[in-house]
């Protein structure tokens, strides 16, 4: 089963702290994204990968793709950084649509 | 950046009711839709596939008569649930795919169903 495994599910940081959060998946891939989702729902595309690094402001977003592995990264944290924080991939030879994990519940506390 | 209008944000209806849900792409021509459902503390998870001028493709376990996907042009899709029962409430979000383009990273709003 083609699956795609976050971590942590849960993490509460202070304001200004780096985050990490991790995103592990089973076979290749021809993409990987890190998607935003708020409170209310809406969800908004931070980066589309399919090697190396990404950097958009605070956020930078790396993958390996031998090890299967991508990251996500938050510098200088900030409370309006809380939201679930997506990893979702589109397999390589796979359905046309996207695989998600389950999501990291970052909360940045002031 | 290509924009994805997702209609309406949220809905209440009753058991026994049908929900038309629509996907517009504004600035750019969607050849794929895809229609996802997450549920509470899950996953989204894929629905179904849609694409400008043909049947949509379904995922397995997704009753394609219960959830009927029409997809008559390119900026435009739409998702029925007919005849909604309690277990449909849940959140639905379209995404869509430029004409040309190989990724799907654009995203409708979402649609919070609750069926009472």
């Known amino acids: 089963k083609n699956e795609v495994e976050q971590s942590p599910q849960n993490l509460t940081a202070q304001e200004g702290e780096f985050i990490t959060i991790n995103c592990s998946y089973s076979?290749?891939?021809?993409?990987l994204h890190w998607l935003q989702q708020h409170p209310g729902g809406g969800i908004v595309s931070l980066f589309m990968l399919s090697s190396g690094k990404k950097k958009h402001g605070r956020l930078i977003a790396t993958i390996n793709i031998q090890e299967k592995h991508s990251s996500l990264h938050i510098t200088a944290s900030h409370p309006r950084d809380s939201a679930v924080y997506i990893c979702a991939v589109r397999y390589r030879g796979g359905a046309d649509g996207l695989t998600f994990g389950k999501g990291t519940h970052l909360i940045i506390q002031p | 950046g290509a924009v994805v209008s997702q209609h309406p944000s949220r809905v209440i209806c009753k058991s026994g009711t049908s929900v038309k849900i629509e996907c517009r792409s504004l600035d750019f021509q969607a050849t794929t839709m895809f229609w996802y459902r997450q549920f509470p503390k899950q996953s989204l998870m894929l629905m179904a596939t849609s694409n400008e001028g043909s049947k949509a493709t379904y995922e397995q376990g997704v009753e394609k008569d219960k959830f009927l996907i029409n997809h008559a042009s390119l900026t435009l899709s739409t998702l029925t649930v007919t005849s909604a029962h309690p277990e449909d409430s849940s959140f639905y979000i379209c995404?869509?795919?430029?004409?040309?383009?190989?990724?799907?990273?654009?995203f409708g709003q979402g649609t919070r169903l609750t069926v009472v």
């Open positions: 995404s869509a795919r430029e004409w040309g383009g190989t990724t799907e990273a654009f």
């Open positions: 076979v290749g891939i021809s993409a």
